[in-house]
């Protein structure tokens, strides 16, 4: 279709197509109902957690059709009231579902900050003060870890921070890959425990390494992998002619809340020369804390560390640090490409501050500047009590269910994801005890209360 004569010469380009003064207005009211919606209501006890609709019914209250005229101001406003109040509230104190929730007012600050500034971090020139925030964060976590120097970037989840690990550990193994693939690499194996977190086969299949390869671990009663148990099950890959490559161990299983020994799976990574890779997501933050950091003994032996902070922290989604206890530029090799209008090397100041490039993304959040603020805001004392009193929680939780009727405890592990016979977001799950109900196979509830 032609375009019409003198079309593009009609657009005024002297007119920003923004109307500031409206837009402003428009904020500050907005900001008004984050607060008292957003903020407020979520975190007040007395509020409910969720005004539940079903699907369709949702769709109607919400109106989501998009037409070729916009709102008004009034509509508008309406519309983000909607949008808090028929949306789950994950910072209210009675939501147990998901292990992100809780919310910080400091954190929450950082945020917003994020969102202003709308930038990548992965130049000086473009991100100056985020980049620092995060070079400062990411040494201070792995300080934390145990090592003195070393590697690390924010990731956008803990899954694509474990997915980053086994990337970095095949290019360790086989820098060729990097450049040539998979086709002349021998089949590789990976080992993780039966209770370790699904992101583990999502990336051995986006790698191409391919989940027939990822080999599940037995583990004892309490959920932990069984030392014992990966030595049988490396040599019997080895005896099939797979490589082993890599081991992920888990600080903070998912359901069971359980810590693998780590010492004792270094030794046997160690005997056989692979990559150990501690998948801490939420068990990480335990290392801030004198009394908790035993639960992850052993730390220090990895080769690389994922660490949520937005679990047990509540500095919000999301947060997610890979750290690499390599300082030789390991990252850099595995992932870098040097785009020559980003990364120039002849730049006025220390190129070694442009980190993007250690990132398989190009646009990326800067994730480091919430949890820089809420750690300015607490130190690190604050967060450590924040983290045990959510184990000194569940230890009230525990003996809670053990002493009341009608309440089955499945399983005692002393960490935040206490697993019981209840369902916090839908109700108890309840028997009489002795009933010689078989718990494993408890219908689950059909839908949400």
């Given at each position: ?170 290019f360790r193994r086989f820098p060729e890959s990097r450049s040539r693939g998979n086709w002349d690499l021998p089949r590789l194996g990976l080992f ?102 035993h639960l992850l003994a052993g730390i220090h032996r990895a080769d690389s560390v994922t660490w949520n902070p937005h679990k047990l922290l509540m ?135």
């Amino acid at each position: 279709m032609a375009e019409p004569s003198g079309y593009w010469d009609s657009i005024p380009l002297d007119d920003p197509g923004l109307d500031i003064a409206a837009g402003e207005e428009f904020l500050q009211e907005v900001f008004q109902i984050l607060l008292e919606e957003g903020v407020q209501k979520s975190t007040d006890v007395t509020q409910k957690v969720c005004d539940w609709k079903e699907p369709q019914e949702l769709r109607e209250l919400l109106d989501l059709e998009l037409r070729s005229h916009g709102e008004g101001q009034e509509q508008l406003l309406q519309r983000c009231r909607d949008v808090l109040r028929l949306s789950v509230r994950t910072g209210h104190p009675r939501f147990f579902n998901q292990l992100f929730s809780g919310l910080d007012h400091h954190a929450l600050a950082g945020r917003f900050l994020t969102e202003t500034l709308n930038t990548s971090p992965y130049t000086y020139e473009v991100a100056p003060v985020l980049l620092l925030m995060e070079e400062q964060v990411l040494a201070k976590l792995r300080e934390l870890v145990g090592w003195s120097s070393g590697d690390g970037i924010f990731a956008p989840g803990g899954s694509m921070s474990n997915t980053l690990a086994m990337n970095v550990a095949r290019f360790r193994r086989f820098p060729e890959s990097r450049s040539r693939g998979n086709w002349d690499l021998p089949r590789l194996g990976l080992f993780a425990s039966q209770e370790s977190h699904y992101s583990i086969l999502k990336g051995a299949a986006l790698l191409g390494i391919g989940t027939d390869n990822v080999h599940l671990v037995r583990t004892d009663e309490r959920g932990k992998m069984i030392p014992g148990e990966l030595e049988k099950e490396i040599q019997r890959v080895k005896a099939e002619g797979s490589e082993p490559l890599f081991v992920c161990a888990t600080s903070g299983t998912t359901v069971l809340g359980a810590f693998d020994p780590l010492d004792a799976i270094a030794d046997v990574c160690a005997r056989h020369g692979l990559w150990l890779h501690v998948d801490a997501a939420w068990g990480g933050s335990a290392l801030l804390s004198p009394q908790l950091r035993h639960l992850l003994a052993g730390i220090h032996r990895a080769d690389s560390v994922t660490w949520n902070p937005h679990k047990l922290l509540m500095v919000g989604l999301q947060c997610s640090a890979f750290l690499l206890r390599d300082g030789s530029g390991l990252l850099q090799r595995c992932h870098g490409v040097g785009a020559p209008y980003l990364f120039q090397r002849d730049k006025f100041y220390d190129v070694s501050l442009d980190t993007g490039d250690k990132s398989p993304q190009c646009g990326r959040r800067a994730d480091g500047l919430k949890l820089w603020i809420l750690w300015k805001a607490v130190g690190s004392q604050g967060l450590a009590r924040r983290v045990e009193r959510a184990f000194a929680a569940t230890r009230y939780l525990l003996e809670q269910v053990k002493r009341r009727e009608g309440f089955q405890l499945v399983i005692e592990n002393l960490s935040t994801s206490a697993s019981g016979s209840s369902h916090p977001a839908c109700g108890a799950r309840t028997a009489p005890r002795n009933s010689g109900t078989n718990w494993e196979r408890w219908p689950q509830p059909s839908r949400r209360r």
